[in-house]
């Protein structure tokens, strides 16, 4: 059904509206305010009386061709559009609307315009034409939208997805009524909202998910119950009644249909009480209560014939017909069928031959066995078949061939095989995945295919298989298959099998759907992988990030004890190997930073062919004599931005992996530079950073070994870290690697196979900074002496402890602060006495940058030496412009300390 709402339509609402509309007709005084009261009264009368709704609205438009007033004539031609719909009448309903259109352009009328299309979607919808009916409601949806009214694009929605659900787009169905209700629920129109959960209800119930349908359907009777709507109430009734018949519980079904009649007569409303008979007959059918069902759609016969609704009459003779059939009764059966065929030639303006081709031949039969008089009438009856065959013929053909083309449209693979496997129909997406498309495949089993073409052997007799657990499931059934291709990739599909059985319970057919996901299953690879490295990188900088917050304490002390210690000092080589351990412990900490992507990094335009010719020597030195090592570098590349010393641990940490793979065995290592575009559309995402590269011009950095390759799996945990295949391997070489080029916004791709080598491909944005000659030395003189006051906030005691300890060493006066808050208090009451800051990035209660902008906010020349363990790009890149002095990364020792604070002061 439609979403019909127009308004607060409640019962005393809806009686006092008719009463006003009906004042209103008699208070008229010109002919023009007679008609639109007529056609007013006429438009609201169509869901309570539309037979009287159909003679007001004739009367109104004969009235207004007389006076040859437009806006009359448009107004009853829709009006009696509106009434014959109600009625049944779809071909006249048709006809008013079309002629009424025209009226309302002219008159620009765009709502009446929209519920003309509205109306005209509800008609094809009825008719089964559903393109044409979407395209209709799609019109409307448009000119509601375009006028703002939010009750007229609730109520299109609505329809919109009545009909996506009838055609079985259920995701689009749902997703339309969302809209809708949430379109009534802009306006605050709660009857909109529940007929829309309603309609949504009825859609799950064609989706056989009652539990759903039960669900929507009980929130719209709360719906409207609490608004007192008797026309939404009887709606809700009659769609919960059919819920409990699909789940075959006729009985509370019954409970139900009653109701609805209550109601219906309590209210006045035939027509929902005409609904509600047909229903209830169904349920008594379903019970086997055959004289009830009988007597149930009699009543309702009775009634239709007095309302004159021609569709429910044609719905009474079919459902009666089908009954006096199941008892046997054939003659009656088919006396029945003949009067639904007449009434469904008139409503539909169709043959409807095909509904009468199964009676007949039953009733052919078993006219052997009646009387001589029954023969005359099987006599007709078969001249009647024989006389339409052709035309019948014809029609199949022509459906036929509209089932091809939209078969043949879809990207899916699409198949039907019959109930002994053999293939009947195949669309070419179909084919084209076992390369069938030019084999004799109809008639033929998954098995009998598989004989034919070896290299698809495997998959089609996994086919075979899961057609067979599908069937024995009796039961949708639906999973990922995966799919070799000869060009040596593979294909997954989201393959759903629906099989068909007979009513005996035999099997009748399978119907195959399946849909390429490969792309989609490779992004959420990617995704995971992503996430993997992302996790990995922010625990390693987390924890490496706390390491260097120690080790600034370790390396300040220890290296302040030996400044203090004389050189003869027993103690002084402990203390020097403290120190010593101190350092490797930092370096350390800066390959997982580096592996983090958050190492220390000092970017400069760089040519990688002279880093690798400048290191040539030093990487033949780290690998053993029975590899050798090879460069191809590409002329005139072009610049990176990157970091020297970690390209270098990055060719060197490569190359070494290479030799260690070749082993003892004689074998070479070649490294490869060149340059490659990637493109706008190209999408490329290297597999071991799981990140879109942007388009533009690469450096690529290529380091190719003949060694034993690696398996699918060892290659997907090479950049894990601590990860490794050699005995005595730390395992964070390579995860080194994945951190600097992550670092450097460059790309990882890997190409192995077992017994074949390996080879790195690096991807790095060429430089897009024009090198500039500096002239002169740029380093910073250590001053001999220096004083001031320096404010150090830190979160770490260890830190402000050593920091303090080192500076008044050299005489240099500390305030300490343990977060930005005390930090910035500090400087607000001492400003015009400190001459540093020395600010650290990560902190509780409010971190480094947020500190910097409130001291920049007291002082907007304050002098900030910002420090953290990350690398500087990563620490500053939100201080950029900003007035930052500098920025000294930890971990630092008191030398470091004392040079980097002197070159401030």
Not at 54 to 80: D, K, N, P, R
Not at 134 to 150: C, M, P, S, T, Y
Not at 815 to 821: D, F, H, P, S, V
Request: one cysteine or more; glycine letters at 8%.
């Amino acid at each position: 059904m439609g979403i019909n709402v127009t308004g607060s339509n409640t019962r005393k609402t809806m009686r006092d509206e008719i009463q006003q509309l009906e004042a209103n007709l008699i208070q008229a005084v010109t002919e023009q305010e007679k008609i639109d009261a007529m056609n007013a009264l006429a438009r609201k009368l169509k869901y309570s009386d539309p037979q009287r709704g159909l003679a007001l609205s004739q009367t109104a438009h004969e009235l207004a061709v007389q006076e040859a007033y437009s806006q009359g004539i448009a107004g009853s031609l829709l009006a009696c559009g509106q009434n014959y719909y109600q009625l049944g009448h779809y071909n006249k309903a048709q006809s008013s609307l079309a002629q009424a259109l025209p009226l309302f352009e002219e008159l620009e009328d765009m709502v009446a315009q929209a519920d003309i299309w509205n109306e005209m979607g509800l008609i094809q919808w009825r008719l089964a034409d559903y393109a044409e009916a979407i395209a209709n409601h799609l019109k409307a949806l448009e000119l509601f939208r375009a006028v703002g009214d939010k009750a007229g694009e609730g109520r299109a929605l609505g329809n919109l997805g009545m009909v996506y659900g009838v055609t079985g787009i259920f995701e689009q169905a749902t997703d339309t009524f969302r809209q809708a209700v949430a379109a009534f629920q802009v306006i605050h129109h709660e009857e909109g909202v529940g007929f829309a959960l309603n309609n949504m209800a009825l859609v799950y119930l064609m989706a056989g998910r009652t539990d759903e349908a039960l669900h929507y359907g009980q929130k719209s009777l709360e719906i409207a119950r609490k608004v007192d709507n008797s026309t939404l109430e009887l709606n809700v009734l009659d769609t919960i009644g059919d819920v409990y018949l699909a789940r075959h519980d006729a009985e509370q079904a019954v409970e139900y249909f009653h109701q609805s009649i209550a109601l219906a007569d309590a209210v006045g409303k035939r027509h929902g009480k005409l609904t509600a008979l047909l229903n209830m007959g169904r349920a008594y059918a379903q019970q086997e209560q055959f004289e009830l069902a009988l007597t149930t759609w009699q009543e309702a016969l009775a009634l239709a014939e007095a309302l004159q609704a021609k569709e429910d009459q044609r719905q009474c003779y079919l459902e009666i017909s089908r009954l006096y059939e199941q008892r046997g009764d054939f003659e009656q059966a088919l006396t029945c069928h003949k009067q639904f065929h007449l009434l469904d030639r008139e409503v539909f303006n169709e043959t409807a031959d095909m509904r009468l081709k199964t009676l007949y031949v039953i009733y052919n039969t078993e006219a052997l066995k009646k009387e001589a008089e029954f023969t005359h009438l099987q006599n007709v009856t078969l001249k009647q078949e024989i006389t339409r065959r052709k035309q019948m013929e014809e029609a199949l053909r022509k459906s036929e061939a509209r089932f091809r083309t939209l078969i043949e449209a879809s990207p899916d693979s699409i198949y039907f095989k019959d109930g002994q496997g053999r293939w009947l129909i195949a669309n070419e997406a179909g084919l084209r995945i076992f390369n069938l498309k030019n084999t004799s495949y109809q008639g033929k089993t998954d098995r009998q295919l598989a004989e034919n073409d070896p290299f698809f052997r495997e998959a089609l007799l996994y086919c075979a298989t899961t057609d067979e657990e599908t069937w024995r499931g009796r039961e949708l059934s639906r999973s990922n298959e995966t799919i070799p291709q000869p060009d040596g990739t593979e294909k997954t599909f989201d393959v759903i099998k629906i099989p068909i059985f007979n009513g005996d319970g035999s099997r009748h057919g399978l119907v195959v759907l399946g849909r390429d996901i490969t792309e989609r299953k490779q992004a959420e690879k990617l995704l995971r992988q992503a996430q993997k490295m992302e996790s990995l990188g922010i625990l390693a900088g987390g924890v490496a990030h706390d390491f260097n917050n120690l080790l600034v304490a370790m390396l300040g002390q220890t290296s302040l004890a030996l400044a203090k210690m004389r050189a003869e000092s027993p103690a002084r080589p402990h203390v020097e190997k403290a120190v010593s351990a101190a350092n490797r412990a930092a370096d350390l900490t800066q390959k997982m930073l580096a592996y983090s992507g958050r190492g220390h990094f000092e970017v400069r335009p760089l040519n990688l062919n002279t880093l690798i010719e400048e290191n040539l020597h030093l990487f033949e030195v780290s690998i053993p004599k029975n590899v050798s090592l090879r460069s191809e570098l590409a002329d005139d590349l072009p610049l990176i931005e990157a970091d020297a010393g970690q390209m270098q641990q990055v060719v060197m940490n490569l190359i070494i992996n290479g030799a260690e793979a070749i082993s003892e065995h004689p074998g070479q290592v070649l490294v490869v530079t060149g340059v490659e575009e990637v493109g706008e559309l190209d999408g490329r995402v290297p597999q071991f950073t799981a990140a879109h590269l942007a388009p533009g011009r690469y450096v690529t950095l290529e380091v190719h070994d003949n060694g034993g390759g690696m398996d699918e799996e060892t290659k997907a945990r090479i950049f894990d870290p601590f990860f490794s295949t050699k005995q005595m391997g730390h395992g964070l070489g390579l995860a080194v690697v994945s951190g600097i080029v992550r670092g450097h916004k460059g790309g990882i791709q890997v190409y192995s196979e077992k017994g074949q080598g390996t080879t790195f491909k690096l991807l790095f944005p060429v430089s897009q900074t024009v090198p500039v000659e500096v002239e002169g030395d740029t380093a910073v003189s250590e001053k001999v002496t220096a004083s001031g006051l320096i404010l150090l906030i830190d979160d770490e005691a260890p830190v402000r402890e050593a920091v303090t300890d080192i500076l008044e060493m050299e005489n240099i006066q500390v305030l300490t602060a343990a977060n930005g808050t005390e930090g910035v208090t500090i400087y607000r009451e001492r400003m015009a006495d400190i001459d540093l800051v020395i600010l650290d990035l990560s902190m509780p209660d409010i971190n480094g940058e947020e500190t910097f902008y409130r001291l920049r906010r007291l002082d907007p020349d304050v002098k900030v030496l910002l420090s953290s363990g990350y690398n500087q790009i990563e620490a500053t890149r939100h201080f950029s412009g900003k007035g930052l002095a500098g920025f000294m990364q930890k971990p630092y020792n008191a030398a470091r300390l004392i040079q980097e604070v002197k070159a401030y002061l």
